[in-house]
């Protein structure tokens, strides 16, 4: 079995804390608010595919109840698919996430765009300054933020890249909490953590199940698809929100299966929380049912909004994810090596033009 250490992947993992630190130690909140609020939209959406839709997922539930645009996440995917369903009459403040800002769908909610909605601004969030996200022009307003170098992740899974792009969007989103001492206490509490989560890793089950309240939900999503991604289907896993798991998927679980729970770490969802675990316990109690619990970790109080939480629990599922995958004798920085059916940047998809109205 090769030293986990000398993977991409793992280095990708365990970097995130210090990239978050100097990030925003120079990104500009203000300037970019600013460019936001001269636009006087009514309505942002969150675009991006696979893990990039699930930030906007995040960042959504999250916002529910902010004030100001309403807040929309909807994935590239849908809109390629089906450009004509969104893109009627509409003119929101597009914000796209993209670690490669060249996947075909990226391109595709570009090209829709500006066909069916030219005037609609865009801000685009990606890992490389080259890429269609950071270097297209447009007739729209558009702005770019182009995240450091050691967000473009090399090995296949997304890590820095999802944390790095759902915290920047936090920052111009999240009027109610300040993003720098936000991230400087996640900072902190991702290196108390990782001990936890390493050794929670030791024990490699053959299902997993993922759940969460609220933003923390999709956080399970995004866990769960690390899971699938680097033990390349090995793992079978899934997600649900914490009372969402009674109505039928908890079926899933069988002997085999190892549930975590993201909890909230304050606020009326932590009961919820707590009672299903009691009642898994119970009803399972040979299985390893376990929590992560961040009340009485240094980044408890730096906000309401739980969305600033899930890169904290994410890394969790990337720690468990990266350690089976290596013990499987997988590459890690690449699980579907010589196969063809997965890469690092979506290939195979076709794009049709978009016709007019």
Wanted: aromatic share 8%; charged share 20%.
């Amino acid at each position: 079995m090769t030293d986990i250490a000398q993977w991409h992947t793992w280095r990708e993992i365990m970097q995130q804390p210090e990239i978050w630190r100097r990030w925003f130690a120079t990104f500009d909140v203000t300037q970019t608010r600013r460019w936001i609020d001269a636009l006087e939209i009514d309505e942002i959406w969150l675009c991006g595919a696979g893990t990039s839709a699930y930030i906007g997922d995040i960042l959504a539930a999250g916002l529910i109840d902010s004030t100001g645009p309403r807040i929309r996440s909807i994935a590239t995917t849908d809109i390629v698919a089906t450009p004509h369903l969104y893109l009627h009459n509409v003119n929101p403040l597009v914000i796209n996430f993209g670690r490669s800002g060249d996947s075909a769908e990226s391109i595709g909610t570009l090209d829709a765009l500006d066909v069916l909605a030219p005037h609609a601004p865009r801000l685009n969030i990606t890992c490389n300054g080259k890429s269609a996200l950071a270097t297209r022009q447009s007739q729209a307003p558009t702005h770019v933020i182009v995240l450091p170098s050691e967000t473009h992740d090399l090995g296949f899974a997304m890590t820095s890249s999802f944390s790095t792009m759902l915290f920047t969007a936090l920052a111009l989103l999240d009027r109610s909490t300040n993003p720098i001492d936000a991230i400087d206490k996640i900072a902190e509490t991702f290196h108390k953590l990782v001990p936890e989560f390493v050794e929670l890793a030791q024990t490699r089950p053959e299902r997993i199940v993922y759940l969460g309240t609220g933003p923390l939900a999709y956080a399970a999503r995004e866990a769960s698809l690390k899971t699938l991604e680097l033990t390349a289907g090995q793992i079978a896993s899934m997600w649900e929100s914490t009372l969402g798991f009674r109505h039928g998927p908890k079926s899933f679980v069988r002997d085999d299966t190892m549930v975590v729970v993201f909890r909230s770490p304050n606020g009326h969802a932590r009961s919820y929380e707590a009672d299903l675990l009691t009642e898994l316990q119970d009803q399972f109690p040979n299985n390893q049912i376990c929590s992560v619990d961040l009340a009485a970790q240094p980044c408890s109080r730096v906000s309401e909004n739980t969305a600033w939480f899930a890169p904290l629990m994410a890394a969790l599922a990337q720690i468990q994810s990266a350690t089976w995958s290596n013990e499987l004798s997988l590459n890690v920085d690449n699980p579907f090596q010589g196969k063809g059916t997965l890469s690092r940047v979506v290939s195979g998809v076709t794009l049709h033009e978009v016709p007019k109205w």
